[in-house]
Nanobody
Framework: QLQASGGGLVQAGGSLRLSCVASERTFSSYVMGWFRQAPGKEREFIARITWSGGATYNADSVKGRFTISRDSAKNTVYLQMNRLKPEDTAVYYC????????????WGQGTLVTVSS
């Protein structure tokens, strides 16, 4: 139901934009988010965005380099990643939850981002 894409190999300092398409209009009212998981590490919250566009970030890890946005008409959420660092290397997952919930019930398959130094 969530299809993520846009990952790949990029040099440090470069940019990538991840996309996540939701298959159902139901998700238009959901909170959409991005997490990532690096090898040997726990899954880490990156950012989330509400249906109205309010965004929240994990400031410690992204520090203004990443921007989350959504296009409700396309049922798509994006993660623009700038000034990438090798430590950003991870599998990135999009996720969704109903606005009244705190649990992310829906997960995409993940897209691999590799940042070379």
């Amino acid at each position: 139901q969530l299809q993520a894409s846009g990952g790949g190999l990029v040099q440090a300092g470069g940019s990538l934009r991840l996309s996540c398409v939701a298959s159902e209009r139901t998700f238009s009212s959901y909170v959409m988010g991005w997490f990532r998981q690096a090898p040997g590490k726990e899954r880490e919250f990156i950012a989330r965005i509400t249906w109205s566009g309010g965004a929240t970030y994990n400031a410690d890890s992204v520090k203004g380099r990443f921007t989350i946005s959504r296009d409700s008409a396309k049922n798509t959420v994006y993660l623009q990643m700038n000034r990438l660092k090798p430590e950003d290397t991870a599998v990135y997952y999009c996720t969704a939850r109903p606005p009244s919930s705190t649990v992310y019930d829906y997960w995409g398959q993940g897209t691999l981002v590799t940042v070379s130094s």
